[in-house]
């Protein structure tokens, strides 16, 4: 229905199944507590996702794959990654949400206590906005008007942004390549969009 954009009505919802609308009263507390869950299951989605990627000893290529598991969670189910960011419903479980933050948060922490980045860099500052630039890209790629090959443009901005941060530009542009390319290959505009 997502996909379709068709209106979501509880009715339609159970249309064509054998579940009843009292059901989704039972388990969700009407439309609002389903559109909570579901919001709530994007980011249990992407927090999986990121769970698997591993630190390597090149926190900056860290931070790109990050980026780019981010970016491949957004393609692969485009239509959930909208509702995820649907502020009109409340999340179950914010914290749970905010633990995909702080994946990031931890590979800036050891940029900068590697020497990566400046020691005055504020961790989360930097980690939202890397989390900035990549939901700008995944947003426009998704549901606007870019091609999914626009998303190479997000590389020199991660380089410029970490370069900012204090990162030697040519070493930060090969540990960000590297990285995003461990999660997301070259030729990542042919993936296709879950149904």
Do not use: K
Request: hydrophobic share 45%; glycine share 6%; aromatic share 8%.
């Amino acid at each position: 229905m997502l996909a379709a954009r068709e209106a979501v009505t509880i009715r339609s919802l159970v249309s064509g199944t054998s579940v009843s609308t009292m059901a989704l009263y039972t388990y969700f507390g009407g439309l609002p507590g389903l559109w909570s869950a579901v919001r709530q299951e994007g980011f249990t989605r992407l927090a999986a996702r990121i769970e698997e990627v591993h630190a390597t000893e090149d926190p900056v290529h860290d931070l790109a794959a990050l980026g780019a598991v981010y970016m491949n969670n957004a393609l692969a189910d485009p239509h959930l990654y909208r509702v995820m960011f649907d502020a009109d419903f409340e999340l179950a479980d914010p914290a749970a949400a905010d633990a995909t933050l702080h994946h990031l948060v931890v590979a800036v922490e050891r940029a900068r206590d590697t020497g990566r980045f400046r020691s005055d860099i504020d961790p989360l500052t930097l980690a939202t906005q890397t989390w900035l630039i990549g939901h700008g890209a995944a947003s426009l790629v998704t549901h606007g008007p870019l091609p999914a090959e626009t998303i190479e443009l997000t590389l020199p901005v991660l380089v410029a942004l970490f370069a900012a941060a204090g990162d030697d530009t040519a070493r930060c542009r090969r540990s960000v390549e590297t990285g995003w390319r461990a999660q997301f290959p070259a030729d990542a505009g042919s993936i296709e969009p879950r149904p």
